[in-house]
């Protein structure tokens, strides 16, 4: 398992960027898929955005497709969600997540073992 630890949400104007960071614990980080979900109020948690162990591939809900970018570095045991273009139905706590070992990346919750306690992201019209 990793352990997980999200940072760098806020309030925000709609327009605006935001950079969320995700620093991970173990020496074997690089072997996991990561992803960022997130929660709105009174809606179920959804899948945002998904990288591979490799970040050889990147995976992006529809809702942000264009807007926002996953990254991770490797070296940093850091993932990253850069934010563009903020809308107020971005509104959520944003949640960083590892997959299981050396498993494919997934969009499935379930998939994913490990979870930071989230940060909250607002965004007034």
């Known amino acids: 398992q990793v352990r997980l630890v999200e940072s760098g949400g806020g309030l925000v104007q709609a327009g605006d960027s935001l950079r969320l960071s995700c620093a991970a614990s173990?020496?074997?980080?690089?072997?996991?898929?990561m992803g960022w979900f997130r929660q709105a109020p009174g809606k179920e948690r959804e899948f945002v955005a998904g990288i591979t162990s490799d970040s050889g591939n990147t995976v992006y809900a529809n809702s942000v497709k264009g807007r926002f970018t996953i990254s991770r570095d490797n070296g940093k045991n850091t993932v990253y969600l850069q934010m563009n273009s903020l809308k107020p139905e971005d509104t959520a706590d944003y949640y960083c997540a590892a997959g299981i070992y050396r498993s494919p990346l997934s969009t499935s919750r379930t998939a994913f073992g490990s979870w930071g306690q989230g940060t909250q992201v607002t965004v007034s019209s």
């Open positions: 173990g020496h074997t980080f690089s072997n996991y898929a």
